[in-house]
């Protein structure tokens, strides 16, 4: 048993070490547009940024650093394009303005010290963001349940169409907004003959009956606010090639134009 434990101490130890050292890293990558002026402006004569070359590498790749920290928190759930773009931009903007931070804080003699200052800020910064970006992904301000993702299947009291009232059933979630999300329903009664509903094969998220399913398409998505979801986690993800032809068949918006930041920043909000 103690040795058991001993190799349990060990193994978290490496492994904060690693992740220690991982995040110094991604620091150190993200305060680049702090740290290379300052090490430049420290040189006799002062040196400074010349080409697009420089620029591009001191300037690009933090951004590259923040949409990998994007990338992997929420790389167990699909998001919405948009949504990748700001919260890569939140991690670019939060590490640097850390950076700048520490830098005007820690105004040490050496270009060494400063640095280490200017990166670990970065660095813990980042972190954060990926804490929050996690937090908000698994239930955020929702009462601790889990936010429901994209491409998933989920339990829940669905509306119904043409009456008042509801109905607890399936649905394939098709997009996330502040408050609700947009479904569509899954029936388990045969829907061949219709247009408006395509088979979706059973690959293990409906233990009771184990048959296939039909699930709504071409449809205009219904709103199910996130306490409706009936349990904490996803039943399954929707089959790939459902997946696709429900996206590709997706109703065009009734807004005339082209939408807009601001017009998907109040839809999401709606």
């Not at 940024?49 to 990338?71: D, E, F, R, S």
């Not at 907004?177 to 569509?184: G, I, K, P, S, Y």
């Not at 039909?214 to 993800?237: A, S």
Request: hydrophobic content about 40%.
């Amino acid at each position: 048993m103690t040795r058991r434990t001993d190799t349990s101490c060990l193994g978290v130890a490496v492994k904060g070490y690693l992740l220690l050292n991982l995040w110094v890293v991604i620091g150190y990558v993200l305060a680049l547009p702090v740290t290379v002026p300052d090490l430049m402006a420290s040189q006799e004569p002062p040196l400074h940024l010349q080409g697009p070359g420089q620029y591009a590498v001191v300037h690009g790749v933090p951004v590259v650093a923040a949409a990998g920290v994007a990338l992997f928190a929420g790389r167990r759930r699909p998001c919405a394009r948009w949504v990748l773009l700001a919260r890569t931009a939140a991690v670019l903007v939060l590490g640097q303005s850390a950076a700048h931070w520490a830098a005007a804080r820690f105004d040490a003699p050496g270009w060494s010290a400063r640095a280490m200052a200017q990166c670990g800020a970065a660095g813990l910064t980042a972190y954060l963001c990926l804490l929050a970006m996690r937090w908000w992904d698994n239930g955020g301000l929702t009462s601790g349940n889990r936010r429901p993702g994209p491409g998933e299947i989920w339990h829940a009291m669905v509306p119904f169409r043409d009456t008042e009232g509801g109905k607890e059933r399936y649905c394939v979630v098709m997009r996330n907004r502040l408050h609700h999300a947009e479904v569509l329903k899954i029936t388990s009664q045969n829907k061949d003959d219709r247009d408006d509903h395509i088979r979706m094969p059973n690959d293990g998220w409906d233990f009771t009956s184990g048959k296939d399913h039909w699930v709504e398409i071409g449809l205009q998505p219904l709103r199910v606010p996130y306490q409706d979801f009936t349990d904490g986690r996803p039943k399954g993800r929707c089959p790939r090639p459902v997946w696709r032809r429900l996206r590709d068949r997706r109703p065009v918006p009734t807004a005339s134009g082209t939408p807009t930041a601001w017009s998907r920043v109040t839809q999401y909000l709606g």
